[in-house]
């Protein structure tokens, strides 16, 4: 129970004040946590979503289920910290940031938690409206989360990464704007997407 609330305690410390904890990132030659993070996180989220198909969705169980649920899954959590990672560095790069691959996955790793419960949210979606308004706040946060990581632990210039931001804000609100918001929430709920059509 104690790592347990340890553990809570964390994630909330890292969601209130994100930038106390990206500070005292720094690159000392080992991912290996961040990578296992994501691969923990990846498994539970697929773990909760497989069972809130099972429970509520009428899913059946079956090999192929319980296989994404255990193995894709996760293994899609460890290649997004990999391809968030190299984007973070093209961040920094733009903002005149440090160009540190490692510190840039570490910071990833770090607030992985967020991906089971973006998985549950997204999952929770059962219409329309619940699907414009949940994918909204989870990419509204996931770009809190890449201003924190670049400026604070990848030390770039505030005025920059403002900017940046900015721009992928704008980039998202293109796509919720245009028809390609389809493909994008289809990815995310496909049975909530289709009563948006």
Known sequence: MKKIKKWFAKIADIMINPKRHFKKIVADGNIDDAMMRA?????????????????????????????????????????????????????SEITGGERDWEIAVKALGSVFFVYPLILVLNYAAFNCASLWVISIIVDAYILYLLYN???????????????????LALFLMTIYAT?????????????AMTSCI
Do not use: C, E, Q
């Open 39 to 91: 691969f923990i996180y990846g498994l539970l989220g697929g773990v909760l979503v497989f069972g809130l198909r099972a429970l509520f969705g009428g899913a059946a169980v079956t090999v192929g289920g319980i296989f994404n649920a255990l193995v894709i899954t996760p293994v899609i959590a460890v290649a997004m910290l990999f391809v968030f990672g190299g984007i973070l560095m093209m961040m």
């Open 179 to 191: 028809d390609y918001r389809s493909g994008w929430m289809m990815i995310k709920n496909a049975s």
């Open 149 to 167: 990581i670049v400026l604070h632990a990848m030390h770039a210039k505030k005025s920059s990464v403002i900017i940046v931001i900015g721009v």
